[in-house]
Each structure stands twice: as C-alpha cells, then as structure tokens.
C-alpha cells in the first residue's frame, strides 16, 4: 500500500505568488514538484507591483491592466498631495488573472498542479520522506482524502497558514491587519475623483483607525478598502463612505472580499527537517504600506532556493537560508515601516503632520525610488540629513500641517 503513494522532491501548498513562484523556480531546477491549491479564492489586493518585480519575474506586459503615474496622499482633514512617479510607472495586476498565469507558468515548467485543501502532515518510518495529507473535491462524488510524499514541503498558503500552525513554532503570534475591498466597475471619462492612472491613499481615522484606505484603479474596474487590525470596526461601512465620498456609491460592485494581512515576519521560517514558509505564511507584507505581491515572490525564490540546497546535500539547515536572505536584503526596510506605522498611524493628528511630510520632493523622490527598485536609496546623504531634520521638526510641532 505504501508503494502506491506518489513520491516528489517538494510538495508546495498554497498557489499564490509565493506558492507559484517556487514551483516553477524548483521546477526549472529539475524537482519533481507538486503545487498543491485550493479552487475558488481571490485574495483581497490592491494589485500594484513595481517595476523591479517586471524585471526580476519576467512578467509580460499583457498581465498589467493599468499603468499608475502618480499617487495621491489624502489627510484627515481632506488635504491632498499628488506625488508624480517620475520616470516610470508602478504596474497594476488583477489578482485572480495573475496569480493563474503565475501557476500556469509553473505546470509549463514541469510542475504538476493538484486542487486541493491541505490536512495535515505526518512523518514516515524512513525519517527521509513526509506525508503530505490533502482533501479534493471530484465532481459531485463528494470530498475524499488524498495523499502525497515529499521530500521537503513549502508553506505558502497565506496568513494563518496551516502548514505553519502544524509545523513551525511562533505561526500563532504574527500581528494582523484585515483588509476588505469591494471590485467596482471604473467610473467613465469625466469623474471628477477618479483617475485611471492614480492611486488615492487615504489616512482618515473614520475609514481606518491604524492603517489606511485606499482606491486602486485597475482599467475596467477599481478597488476601494481599507485595512484595520480593529475587531469591531465596520469595515463595510468605511467603504460604503468611502466610494460616496469620491462619487463611487452608484458603481456596480462586481465582487467583495477580505482576508488577514500580515504584517511582521515570523522570527523563525522552518522546522529544522522538512519544512519551510514562504509569503504571507512567513508574514511578509510590508509593514504600513500593506504590500506583499513582491515580497511573496522574492521570499518564494529564497524558499526554493533554500530547499534547493537542502535537497542536494541533505543538510536540513539549509532551510533557515530563506529567512536569513531574505532579511538581509529587506530587514531593513520592514524595521523602518514597522516603525513608521506604529507612529505616524497612531492619531489623526500624526497622520494629519505624516501626509503634510510627503510635499516636501526629497521624501518623494527617495520614497518612490526605493519602492521602484526595492533598495534603500544611499547614493544621496544630504537628501537623508534634510528629510531628518524634517522630520524632527514636524515631531517636535516647529512645522504647521
């Protein structure tokens, strides 16, 4: 009976950017891989992905549905400030459409795509391989319980993932923010809130109390959500508020959604044997920005990358490579945002000084520059010295929103 069971060199789970992109990285590497994913879901995204993600991934100019020029920051008292993306653009995706060419991608490479929701694991008598246990749906014949051997398995089936509550220590103390959107179809020409080719992200207390709210657009349609780690808070009304404030109400809603977002990486990423996260099941989204589509593909590459070499020398450690690479390259970055959304989110009055900061073309030059290319910008210091005693000053009140 034991026999019967099919054997890969990695069993994925979970088909998101994350999930996908190690697939086919492992794939191409010649692993048997196995990218396990469950039917039906869209996660709630406001879809924007930067250009150095186009570069890295190799994505066609097909997928993108909208070209965003320019961002507007809007305060709580209805200040707005329109920061112009020079020189480039940020690439807006519709999440149900990417993510299936992202596992499709995969499939082409030589991974084999199952539908399926992940069980549990369990470990084998052999010490070398693990049981990989899933549920399907076949027709109208009901559920059945399947199963698969692995080698080495990636979590990367999203916030509160279960492959990381099974297997790794710490999944159960990631803080959250919840995001709920609403897909409405885009006002026509002539709107006088609405530009096809802006982002408004809005910080007002009323849609958000400690995060932000937003109106992505993405061609024929747009987002409108907002985000909250707030229990309790009626994010539908927000929105509802929010879409008629900017002359939305009377657009058709297409669709309505909401999820958990992380927004801390996990402290550990592996179970020292046979597993390890990737994405937001590692906890990879962007502190105060809420971004993740990139994250999860880089921290999908460095999982890959990690069981690559696991596999070839059959040293486990080398699984604690994805987090460790990781942070190295972004650490820096999250620590930054943490830091900013635990202040300048806090009160409508810090996020009131916190947009009037983004007039100043220093904090917008660097800011889109490290967004663009995913660096902290250092080649110009004295910009870093004028934005600090900048800042300090708005800190201190010596500046007027």
Known sequence: MASAIETYDVVVVGGGPAGATAANDLARAGRSVLLLDRAGRTKPCGGAIPPRLIRDFAIPDALLVARIKSARMVSPTDQRVDIPIQGGFVGMVDRDVFDEWLRQRAQAAGATRQTGIFERLSRNADEVTTTVHYRTREGGAGESMQCVRARAVIGAD??????ARQAVPGADQVPYVFAYHEIVRSPGPGSSNFDATRCDVI????????????IFPHGEVASVGTGTAHKGFSQRAAVTALRKANGLEGAQTLRREGAPIPLKPMRKWDNGRDVVLAG????VVAPASGEGIYYA?????YAAEAVKVMLATGDARALALARKRFMKA???????????QRFWYKTD???????????????QQLTFEAYMNKELVRARPMAHVRIFFKDLAHLVGAVRP
Do not use: K
């Open 349 to 363: 009055r810090r996020r009131e000084r916190f947009v009037s900061i983004c007039r100043d073309r220093d904090v």
């Open 203 to 214: 910080y007002q207390g009323a849609l958000s109390p400690d995060f932000y709210s937003w």
């Open 280 to 283: 937001d099941a590692a906890g």
């Open 297 to 301: 593909m880089v921290g999908g590459r």
């Open 158 to 163: 999203g916030a509160r993932s279960e492959v």
């Open 330 to 340: 972004h650490g820096r970055v999250f620590w930054i945002l943490g830091i900013m």
